[in-house]
């Protein structure tokens, strides 16, 4: 071509250089290749005319992976409206590759469709990249394998941190295939500010300029932040030019390429990252893919951080608002309690504890479980919990504190009825009243688990108690009160039903589980046994566990232990139990043969063990059926050192009838009581009182020493046994 000659056309020219032009418009979904391009991708024209195809035509001329790999470079590029680059297979019908061809391409959005674009491009025929630079090309197994793989691991490593500090300790230790930055920065957004969350790869102070920037500053991330687009900055000069009024800020740190990247979640920019580079990056797509799929792991985390960390700041608020601290010490009593939240969600339910002084000079523990693990349940938690403060405060004895209890619960679920009349609401409370210098214990319960107690010689007794409905169901339910004796040395366990059911017990397994660590814990320290019983159920906790713990939770825990710590009057080789058995409660004598078989657990003789417990039906039966009053229980367990162990079983009435022997015939459906307790009983007496009469037996532990004189003795009759105590 001589100078001054027109120069030829552009379409010549692109042939000479064989390379094609082509059209993508993907509302039409049809791809047009001038006859060069139709020529690389094996559709050649027969008259010299351009080739139009549908997307499903052309997705047949490239290898599937390739054609995979398009779709994200294209769109990253529409994202950045930057160009789309890549390199691409072309596959004859049998499915062989015949060509590798470069593809270079301009997104054009239609600002009146969203999502809708044309990309305008060309087509050039490439070589083969020899393998020493296969790592780095977009187009070889190799690279792609190790992408994904890395892309695999840092969305996994990402998605299981749980702080915003975790988080930016998987960031910094992210190696990216065949291209790591040296240093990494996260932005923030408070405002109209730009702040720091973390970096690293810098010195710690480094990033004092830049901690509180205005967001209208020419600086990258500034920028990112208000437009919402990456900026990409592949040598010192082009960040210079760019950003001169920034460019010192970045200088003193001697790196040669620079990527920043909006961090989004759900359409809202939130932050940027930085990565920078000791070395000069071109940022191919492919590199830039990389980069965004991170920054968008990056945001989903750290939005997933901060929500956990708010979640957790409400769950220490709402449980240091609700959970009382233990007031001061208690003179002659010893006190721990412990709360354990469920592990999902906000880690607040509804279970509590509670230590009330009372006027009287005795205190009061409550121990309740509001039903549901949610807000909800710990908003009436708290609710309830200030009325039965109100209620104790006011000097009523427990069973009326629990009953204007459940008539106020009632009353709020009236109203909660109203609004959501699928989720009403209820609570189950154990209520006692203590007496420190006496170790008296009187309880109302509603619906809940039943205490138990932890004797001196490390005897572990479950303490059935009367009780009523849950709160908030019935307002004219009515809680008996039961009393009790916490002699020195006994430990009394109050806790809602997380400690005893969870890990797929039920209520029997469950107790079983409580009463192995209850007897087999150190019992010096109170402290240390409330978190045996704690680790029993799920490994290690502190006081007021609050932090989430390796498993995860089915139900909250609360738990209340009382220990009397007045010096005993009596040896404490000595274990005790008493029990009422109300005329209206007939049922509890099944109750009354529980008890005294738990307190003769390691009782040597079995035989005897049945006999106390014939014994003691006989006796309880025949004050329901031949008086009008209640049966009173009291059994007692003393001895062990050198001597053999006594058990003395006592039942009194208020009745001065006093029991005669008979004779019963075979078809007789009573008078067995005194035949059976002189065939039985070692020991036995009818004790006439002030106010009613007592009648006992006792029964001695048989010795393994022949020259025990009580080793193998007969029952004893009442006219020769000595008077009772």
């Known amino acids: 071509m001589r100078t001054g000659e027109p120069l030829p056309p552009v379409e010549d020219v692109l042939a000479a250089l064989a390379t094609g032009l082509w059209r993508w418009d993907n509302r039409a979904g049809l791809v047009t290749f001038d006859v060069e391009a139709a020529r690389l991708i094996g559709m050649p024209s027969p008259d010299g005319k351009p080739v139009t195809l549908t997307e499903a035509g052309v997705r047949s001329r490239f290898h599937p992976v390739d054609w995979n790999e398009i779709d994200g470079i294209v769109q990253l590029a529409v994202a950045e409206g930057t160009v789309a680059e890549a390199r691409l297979r072309i596959m004859d019908e049998q499915g062989h590759v015949i060509r590798t061809v470069r593809s270079r391409s301009k997104p ?50 990402l998605a299981e941190a749980g702080s915003t500090a975790e988080v930016l300790r998987v960031a910094a230790g992210l190696s990216m295939p065949g291209f790591s930055p040296s240093g990494l920065a996260v932005f923030g957004v408070a405002g109209d500010r730009l702040t720091v969350i973390g970096h690293h790869g810098q010195q710690d102070g480094d990033e004092g300029p830049f901690t509180d920037m205005d967001l209208a500053t020419d600086y990258p991330a500034a920028e990112v932040v208000r437009h ?67 920054a968008r792991m990056l945001a989903q985390a750290l939005s997933r951080a901060v929500v956990a960390e708010s979640e957790r700041e409400l769950t220490d608020g709402l449980q240091k608002s609700m959970l009382p601290t233990l007031g001061p010490q208690i003179p002659g009593m010893a006190i721990a309690a412990r709360y354990v939240p469920t592990g999902g969600g906000l880690q607040v339910g509804g279970d509590w504890y509670d230590m009330i002084p009372l006027p009287s000079g005795r205190i009061a523990l409550v121990i309740g479980d509001v039903q549901g693990h949610d807000v909800r349940a710990a908003g009436l938690m708290g609710q309830l919990r200030i009325a039965l403060r109100a209620y104790a405060s006011e000097g009523h004895r427990p069973d009326a504190v629990l009953s204007r209890a459940s008539r106020f619960l009632h009353g709020i679920g009236d109203t909660a009825r109203d609004t959501d009349p699928a989720d009403p609401r209820f609570a189950t409370c154990l209520y006692v009243e203590a ?30 108690t009367a009780g009523g409905l849950p709160l908030g169901i019935d307002p004219d339910a009515d809680y008996p009160t039961t009393r009790l004796v916490l002699e020195p040395g006994e430990t009394l366990l109050l806790c809602t039903d997380g400690l005893i059911e969870t890990g797929g017990h039920d209520l029997d397994t469950g107790w079983a589980r409580v009463r192995t660590t209850l007897e087999s814990a150190a019992a010096e320290k109170l402290e240390e046994l409330a978190d045996a019983l704690v680790q029993a159920v799920h490994g290690p906790s502190s006081h007021h566990t609050t932090g989430p713990l390796a498993d995860r939770r089915e139900d909250d825990i609360a738990l209340l232990l009382l220990r009397r710590t007045t010096p005993a009057t009596v040896p404490l080789t000595a274990r ?47 004050v329901l059926v031949h008086t009008d009053g209640d049966a009173l229980m009291v059994a007692e367990v003393t001895g062990g050192g050198e001597g053999p162990r006594r058990m003395r079983v006592e039942v009194a009435d208020a009745s001065d009838d006093l029991p005669h022997k008979r004779r019963p015939g075979e078809l007789a459906s009573s008078g067995r009581g005194l035949v059976l307790m002189e065939l039985l009983a070692q020991r036995w007496g009818v004790d006439p009182r002030g106010e009613g009469k007592s009648i006992w037996f006792e029964l001695y532990e048989p010795s393994d020493s022949p020259d025990d004189p009580e080793a193998g003795a007969g029952p004893v009759s009442r006219e020769t046994a000595p008077p009772g105590p």
């Open 108 to 157: 054009f959005v239609h600002g009146d469709a969203p999502g809708s674009y044309e990309l305008i491009g060309t087509l050039q025929e490439v070589t083969e990249p020899p393998p020493e630079a296969a790592s780095r090309t977009p187009v070889t197994g190799d690279w792609r394998r190790s992408r994904e793989a890395f892309l695999l691991d840092a969305g996994r490593a």
């Open 228 to 294: 919402g687009r990456a900026v990409y900055l592949s040598s010192p000069e082009e960040y210079r030019n760019r950003y001169p009024a920034a460019w010192p800020l970045a200088a003193r740190f001697d790196r040669q390429s620079w990527a920043f990247l909006p961090l989004v979640v759900a359409g809202r920019t939130i932050g940027a990252w930085m990565a920078g580079f000791d070395y000069r990056v071109s940022f191919t797509p492919d590199e830039r893919s990389v980069l965004t799929t991170v």
């Open 435 to 464: 007496d420190p210098a006496t170790g008296i214990l009187e309880m109302a319960r509603a619906g809940h688990p039943d205490p138990a107690i932890r004797m001196a010689d490390g005897t572990v007794l479950m303490r059935p």
């Open 576 to 622: 005790r139990t008493a029990m009422t058995i109300a005329q209206a409660e007939p049922e509890r004598i099944a109750a009354a043969r529980q008890q005294l078989r738990e307190l003769l657990h390691d009782w040597a003789d079995e035989d005897q063990v049945d006999s106390a417990v014939l014994l003691i039906s006989e006796m309880v039966t025949n």
